[in-house]
């Protein structure tokens, strides 16, 4: 309690303390972002050899195969091996530090781990200091944290977690069972309607062209925007994500001369347009409904 208080009686204390805890949450998510598709992917294969080939399966020493998750092993340089210790680890001042290098083989670093560490420590406190000392802040941190993960994940593999996106769907309705971001009711609507509004596009879509324009993952994604905002906001969702997806698309075709049909993941589209719907949505609902004669 009397860390709460000191929280609201120093509004800059507790944004601060929410871009470094952002910082280091940040870092993690890196190692999500990173591991997360490999995990799946290794339990995709042995759930194939299990059903093609129980016997070898039954044969096989658990033992042989070494421990790969979220904790271990060590991150490490891809290039020479090397450990990276706990002061190398420092989010953004560590990869200043050492320039964008390996400590050891000085092989380059990628700028993306320190801006995604940067981008979730200035979203934390932007989150902090929008929603001020709340049960509303500590959810939608939460939640960012999420999208942050299941954007860049999108961005790698085309892929969407569902180890991500379905615990994000249910934590969204019972966070809303309280009425944190809308009714229960409303949350409910939203998961449902999101969820199938995509299905209807997708199946519309295969039919028409005989071709998949996306995946389940983005419906799921969107089941989970609705859980947490309610149906009110799903319109507003899907317009920004239509229309950012558009223009970085174009974009895409115009400067790096990337092919018509090129796969684009959508996932960053639909996180983007559910982080700002969350942060404006009522005023841009109100906006844009102002909007319509009548």
């Given at each position: 309690m009397e860390l709460l208080d000191a929280f609201r009686e120093f509004p800059l204390f507790f944004i601060g303390t929410a871009t470094v805890f952002g910082l280091m949450v940040g870092s993690f998510l890196n190692v999500v972002i990173h591991r997360l598709p490999k995990m799946m992917e290794a339990d995709w294969r042995a759930q194939c050899l299990e059903f093609l080939h129980p016997d070898q399966v039954?044969?096989?020493?658990?033992?042989?195969?070494?421990?790969?998750?979220?904790?271990?092993?060590?991150s490490g340089c891809p290039?020479?091996?090397?450990?990276?210790?706990?002061?190398?680890?420092?989010?953004?001042?560590?990869?200043?530090?050492?320039?964008?290098?390996?400590?050891?083989?000085?092989?380059?670093?990628?700028?993306?781990?320190?801006?995604?560490?940067?981008?979730?420590?200035?979203?934390?406190?932007?989150?902090?200091w929008h929603f001020g000392v709340s049960w509303q802040a500590f959810f939608a941190i939460i939640y960012l944290w999420s999208l942050?993960?299941?954007?860049?994940?999108?961005?790698?593999?085309?892929?969407l977690p569902d180890d991500i996106t379905l615990p994000m769907l249910w934590l969204g309705l019972l966070v809303n069972a309280a009425g944190v971001f809308t009714t229960l009711q409303a949350a409910v609507i939203g998961a449902a309607t999101g969820y199938l509004a995509l299905w209807s596009v997708y199946w519309a879509f295969k039919?028409?062209?005989?071709?998949?324009?996306m995946g389940y993952g983005d419906f799921k994604l969107l089941a989970a925007l609705g859980a947490w905002l309610g149906w009110q906001m799903l319109p507003l969702v899907i317009?920004?994500?239509?229309?950012?997806?558009?223009?970085?698309?174009?974009a895409g075709?115009?400067?790096?001369?990337?092919?018509?049909?090129?796969?684009?993941?959508?996932?960053?589209?639909l996180a983007a347009a559910g982080l700002i719907a969350m942060v404006w949505g009522a005023p841009l609902n109100a906006w844009y409904l102002g909007r319509i004669p009548g």
């Open positions: 039954a044969t096989e020493s658990v033992a042989e195969k070494p421990r790969y998750n979220l904790v271990v092993p060590r290039s020479c091996g090397h450990k990276i210790t706990a002061v190398e680890n420092i989010p953004v001042l560590s990869y200043l530090a050492l320039r964008g290098k390996c400590s050891k083989c000085r092989a380059p670093i990628g700028v993306r781990y320190p801006l995604v560490e940067l981008l979730t420590g200035v979203l934390t406190g932007f989150l902090a942050i993960t299941l954007t860049f994940i999108d961005a790698d593999t085309t892929l039919l028409i062209t005989g071709k998949e324009g317009l920004l994500s239509a229309l950012v997806g558009t223009v970085v698309g174009v075709i115009v400067l790096h001369g990337r092919e018509k049909g090129a796969k684009l993941p959508f996932g960053p589209y």
